[in-house]
């Protein structure tokens, strides 16, 4: 059975994912991404670029600041609005999330094993912006604040993306980048952490309750979609609409993209109905105007924004998870193939073989040069080789033996089957692109 256990000892041992600044004791919900767990995030947002930017016509992507005008957030709603219901144990002063039933059960049981008092506060309202103060002069520095979400890189340059470009309603703006908030309990790994990376899309429509709908269900569908195609198992995700007393300060309508972890269904994704919420507030609290001018109808109006807000780190947590599989005498990552950090590996049989070893390299430099992204391993055994890049969810295992010497073939070994073919070092590159 897959546990969380299991997927954070393999994430440490074979460098995805650490615990951040572990070696001054670490810092509870940060995480810091090793050699393998860069290139399976760096792939699944290339992914996600791919299909949400460089494959559609009405998209543009934006890189904007994390740190931003603090009147943002006054306008965004996040000051007053961005609040997690917390209350703290009077016994031992630890602060809990009120809305967090199991996590309070369970801290109630510990205390009550060793016969102290159960007393919590009063609920109240806590703020997550995470502050930054800024400026050169002690006394006299400026609060500003680590973005709370990326939407609001797109929503303050929804002018200037508009007046710079060609682009007519419907259109999106997207973006992927970190966002900050003071989470009262970070846990699950990387799961709820305090930094974390977004990948957003603020898409802006007409005002008009029937096409917004419209569009809503595209994206919805689409964003699943995205998951199904790389890879993730469909009887592990789901779609879960929010009950009105869970909406966000800014949506109308909320539908999260669920998945099937060891410890529950939960959140990967989120597509929120926003209206013109951001527009409307941007215009009141800037005195700019946000309207767009419709040149067929030659009337104004405030766009309305469907939005799909995806985790970088969530989505790399739920592939790692629904990747893992425990076989008879071997652990494999059945990552998808462009999402597995290495497509590649190369053995020469023998390490003290300078011509086998010489054949391997050619072949190592030539798949690296066709931008395939490729390991090399020359320790031990081919059969502990093939166990170590299988947990690592390598494709292919690629060996240069004495054979290869005469007649320039190779043994191709495929992660999933474990199947084994003998094929001509001028085919290789043919083979494995397909
Ligand atoms: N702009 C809308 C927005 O930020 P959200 O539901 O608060 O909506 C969107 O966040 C996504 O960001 C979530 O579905 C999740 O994948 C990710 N996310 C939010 N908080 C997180 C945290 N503390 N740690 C890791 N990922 C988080």
Redesign the pocket.
Same mark, same amino acid.
């Given at each position: 059975m897959t546990t969380l256990d299991k997927i954070v000892s393999l994430c440490k041992r074979r460098g995805f994912i650490y615990p951040g600044s572990e070696i001054y004791g670490g810092l509870r919900g940060t995480w810091d991404y090793g050699p393998l767990g860069a290139e399976l995030k760096f792939n699944i947002k290339q992914e996600w670029w791919k299909a949400m930017v460089k494959n559609r016509d009405d998209v543009v992507g934006i890189n904007a600041s994390i740190i931003m005008n603090p009147k943002v957030w006054e306008a965004s709603g996040h000051i007053t609005g961005f609040n997690d219901p917390l209350i703290e144990c009077k016994t031992c002063h630890q602060r809990f999330r009120a809305d967090q039933g199991d996590i309070i059960a369970e801290h109630e049981k510990l205390h009550k094993e060793k016969k102290e008092k159960i007393d919590w506060t009063e609920e109240k309202k806590f703020n997550l912006l995470v502050e930054a103060k800024l400026g050169v002069i002690e006394g006299g520095k400026n609060m500003a604040y680590l973005r709370g %979400?990326i *939407?609001q890189g797109a929503h303050v340059n929804f002018k200037n993306v508009l007046n710079s470009s060609r682009l007519k309603i419907p259109f999106g703006i997207a973006q992927i980048g970190k966002?900050f &908030?003071n989470?009262i309990t970070?846990g699950n790994f *990387?799961? &709820?952490?305090?930094e974390?990376e977004?990948m957003?899309l603020q898409y802006y429509i007409k005002p008009d309750e029937k096409e917004s709908m419209e569009f809503y269900e595209f994206w919805k569908n689409f964003r699943m979609d995205w998951y199904k195609s790389l890879g993730i198992n469909p009887n592990n995700l789901r779609f879960r609409e929010h009950q009105k007393n869970e909406l966000?300060h800014y949506a109308r309508t909320a539908w999260?993209i669920e998945y099937n972890t060891p410890f529950g269904w939960k959140?990967? %994704?989120?597509i929120?109905h926003r209206g013109d919420w951001d527009l409307s507030q941007h215009q009141k609290f800037s005195g700019q105007d946000m309207s767009y001018f419709d040149e067929e109808t030659k009337k104004k109006y405030i766009p309305w924004v469907i939005?799909t807000?995806?985790?970088v780190? &969530?989505a790399t947590l739920f592939f790692l998870i629904d990747a893992y599989h425990e076989e008879k005498d071997r652990i494999v990552l059945k990552l998808n193939s462009k999402l597995a950090p290495y497509k590649a590996a190369v053995f020469p049989l023998l390490k003290n073989k300078p011509e086998l070893v010489g054949k391997a390299r050619e072949i190592y430099q030539m798949l690296k040069a066709n931008d395939l992204t490729v390991a090399w391993d020359d320790r031990g055994n081919i059969g502990k080789r093939y166990y170590s890049q299988d947990e690592i969810g390598t494709l292919h295992c690629i060996t240069v033996d004495f054979d290869t010497l005469k007649d320039d073939t190779v043994t191709v070994r495929d992660r999933d089957t474990m199947k084994q073919e003998r094929v001509k070092i001028s085919e290789l590159w043919k083979i494995l692109k397909k």
């Amino acid at each position: 059975m897959t546990t969380l256990d299991k997927i954070v000892s393999l994430c440490k041992r074979r460098g995805f994912i650490y615990p951040g600044s572990e070696i001054y004791g670490g810092l509870r919900g940060t995480w810091d991404y090793g050699p393998l767990g860069a290139e399976l995030k760096f792939n699944i947002k290339q992914e996600w670029w791919k299909a949400m930017v460089k494959n559609r016509d009405d998209v543009v992507g934006i890189n904007a600041s994390i740190i931003m005008n603090p009147k943002v957030w006054e306008a965004s709603g996040h000051i007053t609005g961005f609040n997690d219901p917390l209350i703290e144990c009077k016994t031992c002063h630890q602060r809990f999330r009120a809305d967090q039933g199991d996590i309070i059960a369970e801290h109630e049981k510990l205390h009550k094993e060793k016969k102290e008092k159960i007393d919590w506060t009063e609920e109240k309202k806590f703020n997550l912006l995470v502050e930054a103060k800024l400026g050169v002069i002690e006394g006299g520095k400026n609060m500003a604040y680590l973005r709370g %979400e990326i *939407t609001q890189g797109a929503h303050v340059n929804f002018k200037n993306v508009l007046n710079s470009s060609r682009l007519k309603i419907p259109f999106g703006i997207a973006q992927i980048g970190k966002a900050f &908030r003071n989470e009262i309990t970070p846990g699950n790994f *990387t799961y &709820r952490s305090i930094e974390f990376e977004q990948m957003e899309l603020q898409y802006y429509i007409k005002p008009d309750e029937k096409e917004s709908m419209e569009f809503y269900e595209f994206w919805k569908n689409f964003r699943m979609d995205w998951y199904k195609s790389l890879g993730i198992n469909p009887n592990n995700l789901r779609f879960r609409e929010h009950q009105k007393n869970e909406l966000a300060h800014y949506a109308r309508t909320a539908w999260d993209i669920e998945y099937n972890t060891p410890f529950g269904w939960k959140e990967c %994704e989120g597509i929120h109905h926003r209206g013109d919420w951001d527009l409307s507030q941007h215009q009141k609290f800037s005195g700019q105007d946000m309207s767009y001018f419709d040149e067929e109808t030659k009337k104004k109006y405030i766009p309305w924004v469907i939005e799909t807000s995806g985790g970088v780190d &969530r989505a790399t947590l739920f592939f790692l998870i629904d990747a893992y599989h425990e076989e008879k005498d071997r652990i494999v990552l059945k990552l998808n193939s462009k999402l597995a950090p290495y497509k590649a590996a190369v053995f020469p049989l023998l390490k003290n073989k300078p011509e086998l070893v010489g054949k391997a390299r050619e072949i190592y430099q030539m798949l690296k040069a066709n931008d395939l992204t490729v390991a090399w391993d020359d320790r031990g055994n081919i059969g502990k080789r093939y166990y170590s890049q299988d947990e690592i969810g390598t494709l292919h295992c690629i060996t240069v033996d004495f054979d290869t010497l005469k007649d320039d073939t190779v043994t191709v070994r495929d992660r999933d089957t474990m199947k084994q073919e003998r094929v001509k070092i001028s085919e290789l590159w043919k083979i494995l692109k397909k």
